[in-house]
């Protein structure tokens, strides 16, 4: 059994047990859990339930790890040869690490 659910503005195609990298959750601890009622598509042993816009009482329920994880640096870097223009810019985007307890639909 596996869902489609947007967390956070992004869709992960979830199963029960995965563990996943989802932009930054404010105001979490480890060990907490949280409930995403934001699911989109659901797939029970083949049978397909597609919401409209989301399925309604589906949810899943995943468990904090790790609350704070910090990307790669991304350096970005732009230049216009012969013009005398260089910007040099970058940043490191913070995740939340999270497990899949359970997958209700």
Do not use: S
């Not at 989802?22 to 029970?44: Q, S, W």
């Not at 919401?51 to 910090?70: D, I």
């Amino acid at each position: 059994m596996y869902a489609i659910v947007e967390i956070n503005g992004q869709q992960f195609k979830v199963e029960q047990g995965m563990k996943l990298y989802v932009h930054h959750i404010k105001d979490v601890e480890a060990g907490k859990t949280v409930e995403f009622d934001k699911v989109l598509l659901v797939d029970k042993e083949g049978a397909v339930t597609v919401g409209a816009p989301t399925v309604e009482g589906a949810k899943v329920v995943v468990e904090v790890v790790n609350p704070l994880v910090k990307g790669d640096k991304i350096i970005v870097f732009k230049m216009k040869r012969r013009k005398d223009y260089r910007k040099k810019n970058g940043h490191r985007a913070q995740f939340t690490q999270v497990e899949v307890k359970q997958v209700i639909a």
